[in-house]
C-alpha cells in the first residue's frame, strides 16, 4: 500500500495564515504527476509552529482532497505521548491511511520508554502506523532490535529511516521481516535505499520535482537500477541544493519558481539566501525543471 514517491508536504501560507485553497491544489498536481501518496504535517510541512488546530485542518484539507486517490500518511509526531495520541486518533478520524510518528525529540527517550510511547499510539486507534527514525533532529535512535520488538505489533507497518546508514535496511529486514514496510527519509540515499530493499521515499524533493521523483522510484521497484541511476544524476544536485539551508524552505523557493506555492515560512525560520536560490535554480535547470 505504501511504496515509490511520497513528498512531505510543505504547507503553503498566505500572510500569515493557512493557504488551503493552495494545499489543494499542490495535492491535484502531486498526484497528476505521479506521486503515489501525501505526508503532511511532517517536519516538511512545518509541524513545530502549527498550532493544533491548524495541524488537523491541514491533515483533513488533505485526506479531502486526495479523495482516496493515494493514501495519506498524517503526521502525527510529538515528544509529548498525550499528544501523539491525540493526533493519532484524529488521522484515523479524518481519514488518513496512517499515521506517521516520529521518536520523541528532545526529551531523549530510553528504548525502553520508545516502545512504551510507540505502544501507546499504536493502542489508541486502529490506524497502520509508520515509525519515523531521525536521529540528527530527535537525538534518539531506533534501534534495529527495538524496532524489531515494535514491529510485532500488528498496526506498526514500516518505518521513515532518516539515519543515512544504508546498512539499517538489510538489519531492519532481519528484526522486522522482509515484509515491514522501509521507506527513506533521505533523498540523496534513495537509490542505495531501495537497492538493500527499501520499497520508496518520503521525499522532501518530491515537492519540486514529483514527476521525476515518482519515476526514479518506479525504475528502482522494477529492478532497473540503470535508468535510476540517471534519475539520480538529474536529481542529486536538487537533493543538495534544497538542503543548503532548512529543506522546507527550499522546497517552498522551487515551488514558487514554479507558480505554485508563496515562499513564506513561519519564523524561526527565514527566506533564502540568494545565493541559495542561485544554486536551487541551477539545480532545478539541471534537472529539466526551468
Known amino acids: 500500500m505504501f511504496k515509490g514517491s511520497m513528498p512531505a508536504l510543505v504547507t503553503p501560507f498566505n500572510n500569515g495564515e493557512l493557504d488551503l485553497d493552495a494545499l489543494k491544489h499542490l495535492v491535484d498536481w502531486q498526484i ?5 501518496g501525501l505526508v503532511p504535517v511532517g517536519t516538511t510541512g512545518e509541524s513545530p509552529t502549527l498550532t493544533h488546530d491548524e495541524h488537523e485542518a491541514v491533515i483533513a484539507a488533505v485526506v479531502t482532497a486526495a479523495a482516496g486517490r493515494v493514501p495519506v500518511i498524517a503526521g502525527a ?19 488518513a491511511a496512517a499515521a506517521l510518528v516520529v521518536t520523541p525529540y528532545y526529551n531523549k527517550p530510553t528504548q525502553r520508554g520508545l516502545v ?12 497502520p502506523i509508520v515509525i519515523y527514525n531521525i536521529p540528527g533532529r530527535s537525538m534518539v535512535d531506533m ?12 498496526n506498526i ?4 529511516d532518516a539515519t543515512g546508514d544504508l546498512a539499517r535496511v538489510s538489519q531492519q529486514r532481519m528484526t522486522c521481516g522482509a515484509d515491514f514496510v522501509q521507506l527513506s527519509g533521505e533523498d540523496a540515499t534513495a537509490l542505495g535505499f531501495n537497492a538493500h530493499g527499501g520499497v520508496g521515499c518520503i521525499s522532501v524533493t518530491a515537492n519540486v520535482a514529483p514527476k521525476l521523483c515518482a519515476e526514479f522510484q518506479a525504475a528502482t521497484l522494477a529492478g532497473d537500477y540503470a535508468l535510476a541511476l540517471e534519475y539520480q544524476d538529474r536529481l542529486m544536485p536538487l537533493h543538495e541544493a534544497i538542503f543548503i539551508e532548512p ?3 527550499g522546497a517552498k523557493y522551487g515551488l514558487n519558481k514554479l507558480g505554485l506555492c508563496r515562499q513564506e515560512v513561519r519564523s ?8 541559495t536560490k542561485a544554486a536551487i535554480d541551477a539545480a532545478m535547470a539541471h534537472a529539466g525543471l526551468l
Open 157 to 160: 507497518i514500516g518505518v521513515k
Open 77 to 95: 509526531g510529538s515528544n509529548n505521548t498525550v499528544e501523539t495520541i491525540r493526533f493519532v486518533e484524529f488521522a484515523k478520524q479524518a481519514g
Open 32 to 36: 497528476s504527476q505521479g506521486s503515489t
Open 116 to 127: 512504551a510511547h510507540f505502544t501507546a499510539a499504536h493502542d489508541c486507534a486502529d490506524l
Open 143 to 154: 534501534t534495529p532490535e527495538t524496532m524489531g520488538e515494535l514491529a510485532r505489533l500488528p
Open 268 to 275: 524561526p525560520l527565514t527566506g533564502l539566501q540568494d545565493s
Open 247 to 249: 529543506g522546507l524552505v
